[in-house]
């Protein structure tokens, strides 16, 4: 069964205090990870696609990469405007389309 | 701006009464998403379509309904004999075929049963 497992649940750090979040997938033909940014009564945002192991993206202080069975969100040097849960979802081979998500891990980031 | 419209941005109903959350979008997608999402859950799967007057069935389906008359336009109709419809409703549309199709959403739809 396609499953999609984040951790931790919950991330507290201090502003500048760098971290990583995990995606860690089981899914028969991955054809893209996929992470998202999710503000609190808004609709996710998307950030960035990974479609192969060994890819990286960066985009300001994040930075996507991607293993056989894993993806890692890193933080770096993170602001308080950087607290929102991130989401991870995969696309398996077959799909029309259709993502599996993780039930997120919920940042928080203190001034 | 192009994008997706979801209304209205909250709604309350009363058990029994039937509803329909609108989603419009204007990105010219061909494949449109409604996906349910509650505290500590994942968003999971309610409907889908691919193209206009054809949808599919997604994991959590029983309950609702769905219409795709139009490439802009997929309602959804939350029946009385939905349970628990009390959720954070999300509308995705995204271009089909068989890449890789990025996912975008709209704001959402706050449903509250009273």
């Known amino acids: 069964e396609d499953q999609v497992t984040q951790s931790p649940e919950a991330l507290r750090l201090q502003e500048g205090e760098s971290s990583s979040l995990n995606c860690s997938y089981t899914?028969?033909?991955?054809?893209?990870l996929f992470w998202y940014r999710q503000d609190p009564g808004k609709g996710p945002e998307f950030l960035f696609t990974l479609y192969s192991a060994g890819e990286e993206k960066e985009k300001e202080r994040l930075k996507a990469t991607l293993t056989k069975k894993e993806s890692f969100l890193h933080i770096t040097a993170p602001k308080p405007e950087d607290s929102a849960t991130y989401l991870c979802?995969?696309?398996?081979?077959?799909?029309?389309?259709?993502?599996?998500f993780g039930k997120g891990t919920k940042l928080s980031v203190k001034p | 701006d192009g994008g997706i419209t979801q209304s209205p941005k909250y709604l309350f109903r009363k058990e029994g009464q039937n509803v329909t959350l609108s989603c419009e979008q204007n990105?010219?997608?061909?494949?449109m998403y409604w996906y349910r999402q509650d505290p500590g859950q994942g968003l999971r799967l309610i409907y889908y379509s691919q193209i206009v007057n054809d949808f599919q069935k997604g994991d959590i389906a029983e309950g609702y309904s769905v219409s795709r008359e139009k490439k802009e336009s997929f309602p959804l109709t939350g029946t009385s004999a939905q349970k628990n419809p009390t959720a954070f409703y999300l509308c995705?549309?995204?271009?089909?075929?068989?890449?890789?199709?990025?996912?975008?959403f709209g704001a959402g739809t706050r449903l509250s049963v009273l």
């Open positions: 990105l010219n997608h061909d494949a």
């Open positions: 899914v028969s033909g991955l054809r893209g």
């Open positions: 979802a995969v696309q398996a081979g077959g799909s029309q389309g259709n993502l599996i």
């Open positions: 995705a549309s995204s271009n089909s075929g068989t890449g890789v199709n990025i996912q975008y």
